[in-house]
C-alpha cells in the first residue's frame, strides 16, 4: 500500500524508510533506521527527482504509481548515483519506457557502470546552469562534484524556490510520519543525527560543500528537499549556518571532548580525573568516550563539535591501541583541523602512544596540539595530580583565549 505526502500543491514525497537497516553504507550504526526521499512533481510534464534504495523498492513503485495516477512518467532527474538513490532506475525505466533520464555527463557514465540497459536512447545530458520547463515549474541545475561523489549535483525549482539538495542537508533516522523539521525538535533530538550523517559522509569534502554553498546562497531558498531525513521550510538559515561551520572546520561549540583507549581501566581512570578537574574549573557540556564502546563515528562527529580534544590512550604492541589508532585514522581521513589537541599517554615499560599520536595530529591541518603532556607507567600515581591540575588549567585557558 503507498504511503506518500504530499508537500505542495503539485509536488509529493514518494520515498520511505528503513528501520530494518542496523549499518548505513555497512558501516555507520543507524539505531533509528533510514528515510530513502524521493520525489515527484505533477507537472504538465511529469518528473520524478531521484529513487530509492531497493529495500523500500515494492513501496518507492507503489508511491510512483499512486500520485501519477494513470499518467506517464516524462522525466527521472538523477542529482546523485549512490546505489541507496539510484538502485530502482532500471525499475523506473521497465514501467515508463519513454521516460527521459536527466543527468550530467558523469551521471550517464555511472547509470552505464552500474546498468545494463540502453541508457543513450534516455539519456538527457545537462550542464551547469541549464535549466528544464516542465509547465509550471522551471528546473536549474548545479553541479555539486564530491558532496559527496564525482557526479553529484542539485536541482533549484526557481517557480516554488524549492533546492532539491541530494546528500547535503541530509539526516541519520527514519520518518516518524513528520516530514518536516519544523514538526520535530530537531535541535535537540536530531541535530546530532544530521552532525553524525554530515561529518563521517560528507565531512571529508568542505571544500567542495563550501562551493555548493557559494552557488546556492545567490538563490532564494523557501524549502530543501534532502535525499536522507526531514524537508526543511523553516529555519533553513539556521541548518545552513552549521554547515558552513561544518565545511570550514569551525568548531561548533566552546568544548571538550576527551576520548580514551583503556585495556585494564587505568587510561580510563586518568581520563575521569582529568573530566573531574576540568568539570572544577567551571567546564561545561562536556564529553566523555571510551573509544572501545563507542562506534567512531560518534567521535568523529564530537569532534567536528568540540573545540578542544583529549586522546589519552595506553600503548599497545609498541603502538596505539588499536581502537583509538582506528578513530584518529578516522579522524585525520576526515580531514579535521582547527582544533586543540591535549594528549595522555600510557605504558608500563615502553610508552609509545603519546609521540604516535602527536605524529598523526602533526599530519593534519592547523591542530594545536597543548606542551602538558602526561605520561603514566601502568597506574596514575597521587604525585602525578598536580600534572592533571596543569592540563586542565591549560585546557581552560586556551578555551579562555589566554593561550
Known amino acids: 500500500m503507498y504511503c506518500t505526502k504530499k508537500i505542495t500543491d503539485d509536488m509529493f ?6 528501520r530494518r537497516i542496523s549499518l548505513f553504507e555497512n558501516v555507520f550504526p543507524v539505531p533509528d533506521g533510514v528515510s530513502y526521499n524521493s520525489y515527484l512533481i505533477n ?3 511529469t518528473v520524478l527527482l531521484d529513487t530509492t534504495d531497493h529495500s523500500i523498492g515494492n513501496l518507492f513503485i507503489e508511491n510512483v504509481c499512486h500520485v501519477l495516477n ?5 522525466y527521472l532527474i538523477i542529482n546523485h548515483m549512490e546505489p541507496d538513490h539510484c538502485s530502482l532506475i532500471n525499475d523506473i525505466v521497465i514501467r515508463y519506457p519513454d521516460v527521459k533520464i536527466v543527468g550530467n555527463s558523469k551521471t550517464i557514465t555511472m547509470i552505464k557502470q552500474f546498468f545494463n540497459f540502453d541508457i543513450d536512447s534516455h539519456a ?12 509550471r515549474h522551471t528546473l536549474q541545475f548545479i553541479m555539486a562534484p564530491m558532496v559527496h561523489w564525482p557526479e553529484a549535483m542539485v536541482t533549484y525549482d526557481k517557480t516554488d524556490k524549492i533546492l532539491y539538495s541530494a546528500d547535503a542537508f541530509g539526516t541519520f533516522g ?4 513528520n516530514l518536516f523539521a519544523d514538526e520535530m525538535d530537531f535541535e535537540h533530538k536530531k541535530l546530532d543525527d544530521a552532525r553524525r550523517y554530515y561529518t563521517n559522509i560528507v565531512g571529508k569534502y568542505g571544500a567542495q560543500v563550501q562551493t555548493l554553498l557559494k552557488k546556492t546562497s545567490s538563490v532564494e531558498i523557501k524549502m530543501i528537499c534532502p535525499l536522507h531525513g526531514p524537508v526543511w521550510r523553516e529555519n533553513i538559515n539556521w541548518f545552513i549556518e552549521k554547515y558552513q561551520k561544518w565545511s570550514t572546520y569551525t568548531p561548533e561549540n566552546n568544548s571538550v571532548m576527551i576520548a580514551y583507549a583503556s585495556i585494564y581501566g587505568n587510561t580510563a581512570n586518568a581520563a575521569e580525573i582529568l573530566a573531574s578537574k576540568l568539570s572544577d574549573l567551571g567546564v561545561k557540556d562536556f564529553v566523555v568516550y571510551d573509544v572501545s564502546s563507542v562506534d567512531p563515528s560518534v567521535i568523529v562527529s564530537e569532534a567536528f563539535r568540540c573545540s578542544h580534544i583529549v586522546f589519552a590512550s595506553s600503548t599497545y604492541n609498541a603502538g596505539i591501541f588499536c581502537n583509538m589508532e582506528t578513530v584518529l585514522t578516522d579522524l585525520k581521513a576526515h580531514n579535521l583541523q582547527n582544533r586543540t589537541v591535549a594528549v595522555i599517554q600510557n605504558g608500563s615499560w615502553a610508552p609509545a602512544s603519546g609521540k604516535l599520536i602527536r605524529d598523526i595530529l602533526s599530519g593534519m591541518k592547523n591542530m594545536t596540539i597543548l606542551e602538558n603532556a602526561i605520561t603514566i607507567k601502568s597506574s596514575l600515581k597521587e604525585n602525578q595530580i598536580e600534572e592533571i591540575d596543569v592540563l586542565a588549567a591549560s585546557i581552560v585557558n586556551s578555551m579562555q583565549g589566554k593561550i
Not at 527514519?174 to 510520519?177: E, L, M, V
Open 43 to 45: 507537472d504538465e510534464k
Open 174 to 177: 527514519a520518518i516518524n510520519g
Open 124 to 135: 538527457v545530458v545537462i550542464q551547469e546552469g541549464e535549466e528544464l520547463c516542465t509547465g
Open 13 to 18: 514525497w514518494v520515498g520511505g524508510n528503513d
Open 70 to 74: 494513470g499518467k506517464k512518467l516524462d
